[in-house]
């Protein structure tokens, strides 16, 4: 069984930066797409950024794009989501979650394992 383990959230200015890890256990999961994904107080969830089994390819949402870095470290089962540049509208539970494709994919549906997230709060 595979576990998701979110840390690194906070609460934070804006314009702060932040660090999200995601530990993963019970499985190698170095061939696996990784995705970071958030849901804000009553709004759907929402693609972050996905970074590939070999940590070669990424794709980030619009608002992402820029200000996030999405990486992963396949020795420690680990994947990361750096964020610059905080703005309130970036308040929400961060999700990191692992498909067996191996290919970025912004969809959540492909995504088999969800960790239980962790809450990121930025003030103005």
């Known amino acids: 069984q595979v576990q998701l383990v979110e840390s690194g959230g906070g609460l934070v200015q804006a314009g702060d930066s932040l660090r999200l890890s995601c530990a993963a256990s019970g499985r190698d999961l170095s061939s696996y797409t990784m995705g970071w994904f958030r849901q804000a107080p009553e709004k759907e969830r929402e693609f972050v950024a996905s970074i590939n089994w070999a940590g070669s390819s990424t794709i980030y949402a619009s608002f992402a794009q820029g200000r996030f870095t999405i990486s992963r470290d396949s020795a420690k089962n680990t994947v990361y989501l750096q964020m610059h540049s905080l703005k309130p509208e970036d308040t929400a539970v961060y999700y990191c979650?692992?498909?067996?494709?191996?290919?970025?994919?912004?969809?959540?549906?492909?995504?088999?394992?969800w960790g239980q997230g962790t809450q990121v709060t930025v003030s103005s």
């Open positions: 979650a692992t498909d067996s494709s191996g290919y970025t994919t912004r969809w959540a549906t492909s995504y088999e394992y």
